[in-house]
Each structure stands twice: as structure tokens, then as C-alpha cells.
């Protein structure tokens, strides 16, 4: 297991972070044990705040909001000497086969320090969590340390510690939680009490140069904004166009659609309580600027916009992008006959979707068909859709003037929803629908593009679905079926696009159509990830990551106040059932929104998910599905809704 925080590319200077984190020595402060320029490698005692900054490392993305930590260990065989050691070199193994003797196998290693009572060493992590402002002494959760073990660990690092500071034990684990037996003297905080003093969160990590653009959520989708703004908003958006960084004023979950769309897209994103009228943001409204989002805070400082011109260009794809197009499909598939290498012919979500039903034994994931995307191209070609946008995007002023490219292609979707649709489509898919769909549902019309879902461009939320609910006029086939097709040119997807030089030509929208999930018998929905988004693979402590909300609530958009329950189920070689919980359902008053035996259900089918999936997908690294779910009423019984690989 062998796990440390992951480590931002980025790494600020000791005396910049002290700064930006507020800390700093009186001269009557204990004496500092390390002053020189650069870090140390390794301090047994640490004199002030300063100490262990030094020695901090900083994740990739953080499980919890603004932290800082550095990694020690106990050697009980030397008078329980401590040693803090340099968090950004080292691992707990690499330091032990470095700087002790005796350890050579990794596998070994494991086996003893985190399962064997008669262990050479403890290991551990000192915390600082900035917003409670708490120094918390941490064990993986798959530690099987005794209360007793946890205790001499403690007093090590307290006895170790020359300055005053809330210093307590964090439980990291639901179970580790539960444990009761622990010595006196030994005070606790808890993960909820450690997000209740949190005022900041660095969702994704990383650096960003861009015109600060201060706005209210409502005005969002009236407003151009373009890939040069940092968007500062009230409040966690739906969706938002690719942009050069976002600062929200609520937390997020780290599965909001957002913050999905930063990490596919490489750009920072964090929350600020308050952000909108932070003074930091208000005086930089307007102006150039360079952001830096780290996992323990963020620092903002004045740019130009030659700067963000170089800034981008070095990022931004070179060459033109051709996506896969697969037009000799001309009929409507069944799923079952749809498998994940079929994107070009049927488009992503479908691709995956029809893999999801050949997983043995089988998952329950409903029937359905693929519309194939050469009827797409069909539809544009027969009525001149094609040339009018080819026309339109050789304009001078769509290509330069965002606001009238964001209008016109407002107008275009319309167009495209006006047109007629050949009686021939509207039969055949309503001869599918009785074929392969079972049951009085409404129907569900995803979209289902060949550039999404892919391992490069993932697309969440980039696209629309509709519904077809038979007898109602205003959700009629042909209503749903256009306005899947005309979400091609939604102006986020076509900037996202853009941006990253994918030839719209060779763009196509397929459908995947299967009953539809109703709103009043979902007893719970949710996402989750079938690998730790916190510390990723292939080094990073194993886990699953979950996101679930009571009935229909969205978990990647909730109305804000509205939290999801959210929890980490470890994988092996911890204990069945170990978890940590981070938040628990706004809306359950305290009950948990899955019980142990439906988790065990889910959990399951992750698992079978993930193992599946990675002979498709396993080749780039980090590798983890995300998995949409639901639990549907009468019997709460799981549905598989949708997978696809998952960006770290």
C-alpha cells in the first residue's frame, strides 16, 4: 500500500507558502529546527509551523479542503525515534529502504507495518488543516494498528512538536471512526468536523493565466464567456463553457460536472466561500491575471494578456484532430450487438453502454437500441444543415466575434430543430422501441457523440438528452431525436471543440435510446468512480469513490445547501466493508442514504465495472470508470445507467 499524499506539479517556495498561509515565527517562538534556503530531508523534532511546511507535500486533488502534510515514522526499535522526512521525495518505504536497514520488498514491507502487532515501525501523517486550523494525526485506513499503537504514535508526534497547536488524531475511516477503545488523552476530530472549519477547496490543481470575469449565476447563459476568462461565480454552475479557470462561491463535489469538465480539460478550479465578493477577485475583475490553485490555498497576482496568449498557445493541441467516423452503420442496432469498439459507428455513450450488458455475470443495465450516427449525417446533408454550417463557420465575424458565434449558433440549433424529420425515421425507431423496449416507460434519447467518451475527450455534460413520452405534445419523437442532434452545436461543446482543434466535419451525433428513468420512483441516485480520484493509481491507496443522493436529487448539480452523501470504500487488502465517510445526505435527516447491503450490491458491480472495462481502457494510466447508478423503487433495486473512463 505504501501510500503518501499525491504531489502537485507545482511546488511553491517555503517562504511564498509561509506567506500565503499565513504563518509565520515570533521571536519568542521556539526556535525553528530548519532556516536554510531549499527543504530538509528530514527533522526528528519540529521547532515551529515553519518546520513542517518545509517538509509538506501537496496532493494532486484533496479529499478534504486545504491541507498540508508530511509523512513520518516511528521507529520502536530506537527509543521510538520519530522521523518527519521530506514529503515530496519520499514515500514511507522509499525512506525506510533509503535511510534504515532491513527493508528491501516492498510486499513485505506492507505485510508488517500495516498488519503485524509485533511492527518495527509506526507510520503515519501529520496534517495541517488549514480552515479548523488542526495538526491531526493520521493512519491509512487500512492500518490495523491497535488503540494502544495509535496512542504511543500520538505522544511521538506531540512530544515532537515545540509549538502550541491544536494537535488531535483523525480517524480516516469509518471504522478507525468507530473505534472506542482508544487510551485517554488522546482528543479526536472527525472528518465532518474538519469540513464544518473549512472555508476553501482546491478541486483541481494547477496554474492558469486569464482575464478575471466576476459573475451571478443567473447571468451565465445570457453572457459569452471565453477560453481566456477566469470565471469567478456565486454559486456551482450546471455546466460551463471551457474557460480559463473557475472560482466558485460553494463547494463542490468533486464529481460535479464542473469539475469533471477541469480536469478533462487541464484547467484549475477551486471554491472559496464567498468567492464573488472576496476583495482579492473584485479588484481584479476585468484584468489580466495568473492563478495558482494548490490544495492548501491559492495565490492571485497581476498578468498580461500577452502572457495569456503564450500561456495558452503552449497548451493547446497543435495539429488538427480527425475523430473516427464509421458511416457504413445505416440500420438501428440493438445493444446487445453494440460493443465498446463501435464508438465511430454509434458514438461513445452507446459504445460503452452495449459493453456494459456483455459483463458476465450479468449487471442490470436496461435494453435499448443505438440510432447509428450515419442518420445524422443524413438528416444534415438531405436538408442543407451541412453547408449552412460550413458557411457559417468560414464567417470572418463568427470566428472572431464570440458573442455573435455564441447567438448565431443559438439560431442554428433552432433551425435544426424546425426542420421536418422524415416519416421514415419517426417509423422506424417507433418499430425499435417495440422490439427492444419492454414496458410502458417514457423513452430516454441520449446523445451519444463520437467525441465523447473517449480516453482524450471525455465531453461530460457537454451534450443533451430528451425524453419521448407518448400522447404528450410537447414530447413527441421527432422533438426529442432533434434536440439530441442539435446539441452538436451547443456553444460549450462547440468551443470545447475548437479549442482543442477537432475537425467539425468529422463530428457526428449517434443516440442511445432505452426507458427512461422517472423522478418518482428513484429512491437514490449517484456516481461514483471505480478507482481514488484522491490518490490515483497505479501507486495510490486503492479505493472506491461515491457520490449518492436521496431520490432524485442531482448529485453533480444540487441546489445549493444540498450535499450528497460522499464516501471512500477501500479496496483489498482492507477489511470488507472499510469506508470513510466525508459527507453524509442534507436531505435524510441523519439516516444514510445506502444501507451496508446495497453499498455491498454496488460495490459489486464497480468491481465487475472496473475489471471489464480494463482490458478496454487499462492501457493509460491512472484507470478508473465512472460509473452513473441509480436504486429504483419498490425494492430499491440497482440500475446501471452509464460508464465511461474516468479523467484524473
Request: overall charge negative; hydrophobic content about 40%.
Amino acid at each position: 500500500m505504501n501510500v503518501r499524499p499525491r504531489m502537485a506539479r507545482i511546488v511553491t517556495g517555503t517562504v511564498a507558502c509561509m506567506a500565503a498561509l499565513a504563518i509565520s515565527c515570533a521571536v519568542d517562538d521556539p526556535v525553528c529546527m530548519w532556516q536554510d534556503e531549499g527543504r530538509p530531508e528530514v527533522l526528528h523534532v519540529l521547532g515551529c509551523p515553519a518546520d513542517h511546511e518545509a517538509l509538506s507535500g501537496q496532493p494532486e486533488s484533496a479529499a478534504l479542503p486545504a491541507s498540508r502534510s508530511v509523512l513520518f515514522m516511528i521507529d520502536r526499535t530506537d527509543g521510538n525515534k520519530i522521523h518527519f522526512f521530506d514529503s515530496e521525495r519520499w514515500r514511507h518505504f522509499m525512506y525506510a529502504s533509503e535511510m534504515l536497514t532491513g527493508y528491501t520488498d516492498l510486499f513485505a514491507f506492507n505485510a508488517e507495518m500495516y498488519y503485524q502487532p509485533g511492527r518495527r515501525l509506526l507510520l503515519g501523517t501529520l496534517a495541517h488543516h488549514l480552515g479548523p486550523d488542526v495538526f491531526a494525526v493520521e493512519i491509512v485506513p487500512i492500518d490495523k494498528a491497535s488503540p494502544e499503537m495509535i496512542a504511543q504514535m500520538y505522544q511521538a508526534v506531540k512530544d515532537a512538536i515545540r509549538f502550541p497547536c491544536d494537535l488531535r488524531y483523525h480517524p480516516t475511516s469509518t471504522a478507525l471512526e468507530m473505534e472506542s477503545r482508544l487510551p485517554p488523552g488522546v482528543p479526536v476530530v472527525t472528518t465532518a468536523e474538519l469540513y464544518e472549519g473549512a472555508t476553501y477547496q482546491g478541486m483541481h490543481l494547477g496554474e492558469t493565466v486569464g482575464r478575471v470575469k466576476r459573475m451571478r449565476l443567473e447571468d451565465l447563459e445570457s453572457t459569452y464567456v471565453s477560453r481566456l476568462d477566469l470565471v469567478v461565480l456565486d454559486r456551482v454552475p450546471n455546466d460551463i463553457p471551457a474557460v480559463a479557470g473557475l472560482v466558485t462561491g460553494e463547494f463542490q463535489t468533486p464529481l460535479a460536472h464542473v469539475n469533471l469538465l477541469a480536469e478533462a480539460r487541464g484547467t484549475p478550479n477551486m471554491a472559496l466561500s464567498g468567492a464573488y465578493d472576496d476583495p482579492r477577485f473584485v479588484e481584479m475583475d476585468g484584468q489580466w491575471a495568473r492563478l495558482l490553485v494548490r490544495a492548501d490555498g491559492f495565490s492571485l497576482s497581476p498578468s498580461t494578456a500577452s502572457e495569456a496568449d503564450q500561456f495558452w498557445a503552449e497548451r493547446r493541441p497543435k495539429q488538427t484532430q480527425f475523430p473516427a467516423l464509421d458511416l457504413s452503420l445505416t440500420d438501428i442496432i440493438g445493444l446487445d450487438d453494440v460493443d465498446a469498439s463501435m464508438t465511430a459507428a454509434v458514438g461513445g455513450k452507446s459504445a460503452n453502454f452495449g459493453e456494459l450488458r456483455n459483463i458476465t455475470p450479468p449487471l442490470p443495465v436496461p435494453g435499448g437500441f443505438a440510432i447509428p450516427c450515419s442518420w445524422y449525417v443524413d438528416f444534415m446533408k438531405a436538408n442543407g444543415l451541412d453547408k449552412e454550417m460550413s458557411a457559417l463557420m468560414a464567417q470572418t465575424k463568427f470566428k472572431e466575434d464570440g458573442l455573435y458565434r455564441m447567438q448565431a449558433l443559438a439560431s442554428f440549433r433552432d433551425r435544426m430543430r424546425a426542420t421536418p424529420l422524415d416519416p421514415g425515421v419517426e417509423s422506424a425507431i417507433l418499430a425499435a422501441i417495440d422490439t427492444h423496449i419492454s414496458g410502458s416507460w417514457p423513452i430516454r434519447f441520449r446523445s451519444s457523440s463520437n467525441v465523447e467518451d473517449l480516453e482524450g475527450f471525455n465531453g461530460a455534460g457537454l451534450y443533451e438528452s430528451a425524453s419521448f413520452k407518448p400522447g404528450d405534445p410537447e414530447k413527441t419523437l421527432a422533438h426529442a431525436l432533434k434536440k439530441v442532434w442539435a446539441s452538436m452545436f451547443s456553444t460549450a461543446a462547440f468551443e470545447e471543440r475548437e479549442w482543442a482543434r477537432i475537425d467539425h466535419g468529422r463530428c457526428a451525433m449517434g443516440v442511445l435510446v432505452h426507458r427512461s428513468f422517472p423522478d418518482e420512483i428513484e429512491a437514490a441516485n449517484g456516481v461514483a468512480v471505480t478507482a481514488n480520484p484522491f490518490d490515483p493509481p497505479p501507486m495510490g491507496q486503492a479505493a472506491y469513490y461515491v457520490n449518492v443522493q436521496a431520490g432524485a436529487t442531482s448529485v453533480t448539480n444540487p441546489e445549493p445547501g444540498v450535499t450528497p452523501e460522499s464516501f471512500l470504500y477501500w479496496k483489498p487488502p482492507a477489511g470488507q466493508g472499510e469506508m470513510t465517510y466525508y459527507s453524509n445526505s442534507s436531505l435524510t435527516g441523519g439516516d444514510k442514504v445506502l444501507s451496508f447491503d446495497e453499498i455491498q450490491e454496488l460495490i459489486t458491480a464497480l468491481r465487475a465495472i472496473h475489471r471489464h472495462f480494463e482490458s478496454i481502457y487499462g492501457n493509460t494510466q491512472p484507470y478508473g470508470m465512472d460509473v452513473e447508478f441509480k436504486f429504483e423503487l419498490p425494492n430499491r433495486e440497482l440500475v446501471i445507467k452509464q460508464a465511461r473512463p474516468y479523467v484524473f
